[in-house]
């Protein structure tokens, strides 16, 4: 798709191609998105592996290691219907309106992130070492913006989540690499092999497809970060402005594009960048540019 840089972006690359690192400049914009769910739209896709190949993925591809994503969110009630879900060692986070998806059908290593009855839901599947979902206790569908920040230990499995900086739930989950495999293949299962689906972390949607059994996120989406680092030990306060790039950023998203098919990544992590493509459609079209913020 053709890429619009707009004047964050152009500053952004400015700054790759110089080798500096700079604040990134706000324009006070966010992602929208509403839920439509279907035929591959109204999503954002980062590509994570070639199937065609066993060369390693770029650094957004975390699991390997211990890693931290977070993100801001905005949504309603009215707009996230998946009712509730019991926690605790399954795969049941999939049956949320879906926020971020890095799954695998019917295969392991994957995890996910999305909102069922209200609350936060935070999943793993380990590699033939089982399944959690975690959840947290405060209902995030209430029109208001929200901190979210989950992690995970590489070494026994351990997983965190926070909500507006409170630790929400901490729990031993599936231990072992949960990276996309480099010589992972998509299964037969899309109408064909799901090459169009597995090897990508897709936000806003469930990524294959599925039907209405596993819906997608409406709402608004800001300042997602992924870190190759366990950023939080216990409670903290969020952030109050955009984030800067660090040594442990390996996917940094602002979305402070404007216009046109492609995300850009900030995070400047070696191997990248880690651009998402914007997949426009829908009634109403979706995902759009919006300018509420969680520093407003």
Known sequence: M???LGLVGLVLLLAACSGSVATPVSAGLSLRFYGNGVGDIDRVKIRIDEP????????????????????????????????????GASNSWIRGNIIIDRDRFNQDRAYGI???????????????TGSRTVCSATNVLDGVWHHIAVQRRRTDGRMWLFVDGVMEALEDGPSGDVSYPDDGIPGNFCGGPCDNSDPFIVLGAEK???????????????????????????NFTPPTAPFVNDAATVGLFHFEEGAGGVVLDGSFAAGGPSDGDVMLGGTPAGPLWSTLTPFD
């Open 2 to 4: 053709a890429r619009c």
């Open 52 to 87: 065609a190949d066993a060369l390693p993925g770029p650094p957004i591809d975390v699991g390997a290691n211990d890693f931290t994503i977070e993100f801001w969110m905005r949504a309603l009630a009215s707009e996230n219907q998946a009712g509730a879900v019991a926690c």
């Open 114 to 128: 999305s909102i069922a009855g209200g609350l936060m839901l935070y999943g793993i599947d380990g590699e033939a």
């Open 208 to 234: 294959h497809d599925a039907g209405p059994a596993y819906p997608s996120y409406s709402g608004w989406l800001d300042e997602l970060r992924f870190s190759n680092v366990l950023r939080y030990a216990g």
